[in-house]
């Protein structure tokens, strides 16, 4: 949208695009093989779900190979997933070599003289320069190389969020195990054993209270929060444009023009 409003076109075409193209491509494909993998009745089909970061691994390293009966998802998917890995490879010279080469043909006699009136100064400044192409490759590439690997890394980020819902599975069995189960299999009388689930059943809920509702709610909800603001947003956030500026009557008061009294 930002693009589009300043109208930097080259930008749009030749570097926003194709990283939403290369992005999803591979990882909103991924996304799509989630929601079609959890949609999919396995148990009446009589079949083994197929891993879906063996599906990925292989859709990238097995590039062009036959997918076996088990690993199959829907029908056409080899096809489909060459396609999507040749999009997103060819999205990453796009990204590279066009801006810069078009940046290129239209400088290259240099910057045209521009005029940049400074307000608080009253004067006008004229400034022209030379096209530095590698300046500008250079930089491009620090971009491309960043979004690339970026992309791989900040996904591969988000596993710490499947390595927390295990923690979380391993503390509800043992839990459940060393508290609530020893107490059922507890010997003696019919009173002691009343007396013993029943302590046991207070132990369990708040260890599961305090552990798992409250630790790991509250450690997940942090990881969350991280990842959606360094490895979600870094996607789409550049920091150029103007500095915030909070709403202040003062500053507005400071910079309102008072017209001339006689």
Known sequence: SNSIYFKKW????????????FLLSIFGYLCVLIVLKWSTDWVGLALRPPPLLDTLLNMLLDFGGSIEKDMLLYPGQAT?????VVLAFLAVPVMLLVKPLL??????????QIELEDNSAEEVVEEQGDFDFADVMIHQSIHTIEYVLGSVSNTASYLRLWALSLAHAGLSEVFWERVVLNALELEGSAQLQAVAVFLAF???AGLTFGVLMVMETLSACLHDIRLHWVEFQNKFYAADGYPFTPLSFKTAYESYDKPDSD
């Open 103 to 112: 940046l290129r043909a239209e400088h290259r006699d240099g910057y045209k």
């Open 202 to 204: 207070a132990v369990w």
């Open 80 to 84: 489909v997933q060459v396609f999507l």
């Open 10 to 21: 080259k930008d749009l075409l030749f570097e926003n695009i194709p990283e939403y193209i």
